[in-house]
């Protein structure tokens, strides 16, 4: 056995919930542990131990990310009315996610990670699409009212200083009808953008972002106005300098335009538009399993995850004594990355070795035909395509690694 790879500052290390729990630990054990010596500050995020300490672990998480940078973080489940019921709950707490992000301020960056045998949906995507998406107000964060009958909705802004009041009408209603209210602030707007020139400048890529500001001439407006100071202000040179580009297009026009792609740029959506677009790329690229997700905090902050959730069906099914064959690629890659981050901010170039000798090893298993349940959907069909129990893949993985050190 080669001697340990140092890690000199700690991660923080958020564990989770259900099936991604049993995953987390797995891949710890067996892929991690034993070949670093790496220090985390722990915190269980499981719904159990938020419940005990009213959430409070989930904030504390947050700070010790503000203190050493950088974390990683495991799928936690978001408690609905079952779930309290389900694990007891005092109350139907927040979303973990939520709750890093509104202390971290930050957006989220996913990418697909690519193998040979699995081909996008679209076949002219060559390189990985990177999406991030605005996650702050807009229709998240809104008011509605449901119009009853015959009046006046209007849109009122009341300054705290005591000035008179701005007020626009939006519709005189004659009949029943919906209206809707939401806001963003310049400064969440301006962290969003300063996250994405930092990500795609990271990462070597063009930035693509996109709003409606030919129908939206004040509020998809504001964005763009936002984007361009941005870019003017801070960025320009720099991408210049590293031959890389932003463009600003219509959303319509960047939907378009992505379908024929080649891929590899980032493209930086608002609140909705994201949340929609990384469904379809997720799908579009195979499993939510072959997905990675980081959370870029405009003060430095980076926090790791998968993109998928708990993965619960699996997990009943685990407790119910039954093997599964669940793809833990996204919680591997989440830890990659963060090992990844770790070694650029400390300078220690043999941990990322590591961390890419791991992910060149999970990719080689798949592309030799080893894989789980649900790439076995989307890969190209091959005689020696396996399919494998969840443990066995992480077994192989290792078998490959072992043979890189
Ligand atoms: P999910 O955990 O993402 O799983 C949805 C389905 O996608 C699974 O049933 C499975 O399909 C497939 N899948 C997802 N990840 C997979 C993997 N690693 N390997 C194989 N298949 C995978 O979403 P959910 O079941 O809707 O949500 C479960 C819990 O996760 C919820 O309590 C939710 O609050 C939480 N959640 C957490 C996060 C987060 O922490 N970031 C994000 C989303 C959801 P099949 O069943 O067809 O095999
Ligand atoms: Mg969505």
Redesign the pocket.
Known sequence: MTEKVKVKTPIVEMD?D?MTRIMWQMIKDKLFLPYLDLKTEYYDLGLKKRNETDDRITIDAAHAIMKYRVGVKC????PNAD?VEEYGLKKQWNS??GTIRGILDGTVFRAPILVKNIHPFVKTWKRPMHIGRHACGDVYENQEIKVPGPGTGELVFTPRDGGEPIRKVIKEFESPGIVQGIYNTASSIRSFATSCFTYAMDQKIDLWFSTKDTVSKIYDAEFRKIFDEEYEANWKDKFEEAGIEYFYTLIDDAVARIIKSEGGMLWACKNYDGDVMSDMLASANG???MMTSVLVSPHGYFEY??A???????YYKHLAGEKTS???M?LIFAWTGCLKKRAELDGTPEVAEFARKIEDAALETIESGIM???LMLVADPDPKNRRVYTEDFIDCIRQNLEKKL
Do not use: K
């Open positions: 989770g259900e799928a936690t489940i978001t779930r973990p996610n499993s939510l399993a995850e998968a998928h959730g708990t993965v619960q069906r699996h669940t793809n833990s996204a789980t349940g649900d």
